[in-house]
């Protein structure tokens, strides 16, 4: 069977093919549910570090929805940390690592959430004790980035997933459903996000704090898949669903699979069109383009060596493309 591999088509690399699948994530039934991973310095934002996870809301969002918690105070300039997506008065999602006066601390992203599954990923780049820059990507693109001057001291709070036990006078619920929650004691690059978002870690990567993949399906313990012990428990009824994203991955070697030249892919970036030039070996295959859901918006026959693709029928964004019997991942900019 001929094997197929993905070119994502954006400011991002592509990544790999079909192969690892998802089977569970965490549904935080109630307002309040959540998973407690317990406290650890390894999570204090006193460090450069990134946090990734995959999140659904599809709840009322008359309220505040929380993703990650670690503090108890009734404003930022206690918290550590806080990640959450505000009520649909104002459709923002805040990135919170220190005094609530600094802009960047408690960075406001304007950004309204939709009830899909979405992959979130937060870049804190520590200059010094208290400067540094903060970038947040959506679905492995760069959306917004800014410095802040007033990072938080560290606390010796629990980090929450779900649940909000703070003190602030606005209501929060806990966000409907999360999976593939990593903490990375670096800052990743685009390009190692993006991978991300199609293959989660195994665990034993050199840079990674803790990986939860929810993959226990039963219980209260949510395993530390790297075999630290930050394992976490399930509070106030969190329950376990089968409702999931879909990611795709192998054990291919990306360095290997680049020293093949079967297909390059011209000019970069491009408007309109792109040229897929393919070796011989390739001609008559089909390529196919889908969007980032998964949904068929063209495909064709590789007829000859040089294939021009039209796209100004299609709203720009970021494409996967598919060629039967590819066998190297490429990056293109849309």
């Not at 039209?310 to 590819?326: C, M, T, V």
Request: glycine residues 6%; hydrophobic residues 35%.
């Amino acid at each position: 069977m001929s094997k197929i591999y993905f070119l994502l088509l954006s400011i991002i690399f592509s990544l790999v093919s079909f192969g690892q699948t998802n089977n569970h994530s965490i549904n935080f039934i109630k307002v309040n549910s959540g998973v407690n991973f317990g406290n650890s310095k390894d999570f204090d934002m006193e460090s450069t570090k990134t946090i990734c996870f995959w999140a659904k809301d599809v709840s009322n969002r008359s309220v505040r929805r929380s993703f990650l918690y670690k503090g108890n105070c009734p404003s930022s300039n206690c918290t550590d940390l806080h990640i959450w997506v505000n009520d649909e008065r104002s459709p923002t999602i805040t990135f919170t690592t220190g005094d609530d006066k600094g802009v960047c601390a408690a960075k406001n992203i304007n950004f309204k959430i939709d009830s899909a599954w979405h992959f979130y990923s937060f870049v804190f780049i520590l200059n010094n004790n208290s400067t540094g820059v903060k970038k947040f990507y959506l679905d492995g693109i760069l959306y917004d980035s800014c410095e802040f001057t007033d990072n938080a001291s560290p606390n010796s709070y629990d980090l929450l997933a779900g649940e909000y036990n703070g003190q602030n006078g606005n209501s929060f619920a806990s966000v409907d459903f999360m999976d593939d929650i990593s903490i990375w004691n670096s800052a990743l690059s685009s390009s190692e996000i993006s991978r991300l978002m199609i293959c989660p870690p195994n665990g034993k990567e050199k840079e990674l704090i803790s990986f939860w993949n929810f993959e226990e399906g039963n219980g209260v313990i949510i395993n530390d898949v790297t075999g630290k012990g930050h394992d976490g428990v399930i509070t106030n009824d969190a329950g376990w669903s089968i409702d999931v994203p879909t990611y795709n991955c192998d054990n291919l070697n990306i360095d290997k699979l680049n020293r093949n030249n079967l297909v390059t892919v011209f000019p970069i970036p491009f408007d309109n069109d792109f040229n897929i030039k393919i070796s011989p070996l390739l001609i008559g295959k089909s390529y196919r383009l889908f969007d980032l859901k998964g949904k068929l918006i063209k495909s064709g026959t590789l007829d000859k060596e040089i294939n021009k693709i039209h796209l100004n029928d299609i709203p720009k964004g970021a494409f996967y493309l598919s060629i039967d019997n590819l066998n190297k991942p490429l990056k293109v900019i849309h």
